[in-house]
Nanobody
Framework: QVQLVESGGGSVQAGGSLRLSCAASGYTYSSYCMGWFRQAPGKEREGVAAIDSDGSTSYADSVKGRFTISKDNAKNTFYLQMNDLKPEDTGTYFC???????????????????WGQGTQVTVSS
């Protein structure tokens, strides 16, 4: 059974930084796509970034240049480094994982069967 546990959320002022972690266990995929998603109140869940098992990364245009996704294979942990945070980055952040390469459909949350419980990020102006 796949288990994903996010941590690292919090409240920061605009321009600040946070690093989210996603501890993963129970997955046996040799090829996978791990994604970070976020959902603001009243809005749909949107893809933020994704990373393949081979290290290839993808980002939403709104976070390019500010967010960095990475992974530590030894720890089975994925990270999202968020710099220069803006109030519009506020939301609940989720990690998710699925088999296969990310490809162009990395941001389609319906394709991910396994999700964490989420961690809250609040950015004040």
């Amino acid at each position: 059974q796949v288990q994903l546990v996010e941590s690292g959320g919090g409240s920061v002022q605009a321009g600040g930084s946070l690093r989210l972690s996603c501890a993963a266990s129970g997955y046996t995929y040799s090829s996978y796509c791990m994604g970070w998603f976020r959902q603001a109140p009243g809005k749909e869940r949107e893809g933020v970034a994704a990373i393949d098992s081979d290290g290839s990364t993808s980002y939403a245009d709104s976070v390019k240049g500010r967010f960095t996704i990475s992974k530590d294979n030894a720890k089975n942990t994925f990270y999202l480094q968020m710099n220069d945070l803006k109030p519009e980055d506020t939301g609940t952040y989720f990690c998710a994982i699925r088999t296969g390469a990310c490809g162009d459909a990395w941001a389609l949350n319906s394709r991910y069967p396994d999700w964490g419980q989420g961690t809250q990020v609040t950015v004040s102006s």
